[in-house]
């Protein structure tokens, strides 16, 4: 069966420092990665998706990068973050085909001071 | 555009019966899906319509009219592991993004 792991669970960073979450999925082949931010009090937002290695799209404009360095392989960047980056980080998967289910990781919640 | 609308919350008594509405306004469609969002987790799937009528599942059941943009989650026998937002999103391929989130409602379940 499929699993999908993130890290770190919990992340308590300053303004102005930078980040890295990262999200890894197993027993799939090339599935299809989401990084989504969910604000307190708000619904999910979209930041990054990706159909395959190095194919990358971004749907808000922001501070943030995502890359995908392997095939089941996610990472969420930062260089500096903002106060504004606060929020509960989410890593999800699909496979590509039907439905095209997403199935969603345990999620970073991350508190910048 | 996109745009999805549920009711912030509600509140039902245990072993009661509840309907979550969900309306859609997408340029396309593809499917409707349902979550489940316990406080301070992931989000679960729960349920998917593509066709209209009524999908099964246990105690909850979801229902799609697409002529309507309409859709509702109905959970019978709520037991207190109910209590938690629930997530409605669309399917959208002429849209930039692959799924469109509601903001979703939150169901408390009282004694």
């Known amino acids: 069966s499929q699993t999908i792991h993130q890290w770190p669970a919990t992340l308590v960073q300053p303004v102005g420092s930078p980040l890295s979450l990262e999200c890894t999925v197993e027993?799939?082949?090339?599935?299809?990665l989401y990084w989504y931010r969910q604000a307190a009090g708000r619904g999910l937002q979209l930041l990054f998706y990706?159909?395959?290695?190095?194919?990358i799209s971004s749907e808000v404009p922001q501070n943030l990068s995502a890359s995908r360095p392997q095939d089941r392989q996610f990472i969420l960047s930062s260089k500096k973050l903002l106060l504004s980056d606060s929020g509960f980080y989410l890593c999800a998967w699909s496979d590509g085909t039907g439905p095209d289910t997403q199935y969603f990781g345990p999620g970073t919640r991350l508190t910048v001071l | 555009g996109q745009n999805i609308d549920q009711p912030t919350e509600m509140t039902a008594t245990e072993g009661a019966i509840v309907q979550i509405n969900c309306t859609y306004q997408t340029s396309g469609f593809n499917g409707l899906f349902w979550y489940q969002q316990h406080a301070g987790e992931a989000p679960t799937f729960l349920s998917y319509n593509v066709l209209d009528g009524l999908e099964e599942k246990g105690r909850f059941s979801s229902f799609l009219s697409r002529s309507k943009g309409y859709s509702y989650l109905l959970l019978k026998e709520l037991q207190m592991k109910d209590s938690a937002s629930y997530l409605c999103a669309v399917s959208d391929p002429s849209g930039n993004t692959p799924l469109v989130f509601g903001k979703g409602t939150r169901l408390s379940v009282i004694a």
């Open positions: 990706s159909v395959g290695i190095g194919q």
């Open positions: 027993g799939t082949s090339n599935p299809n």
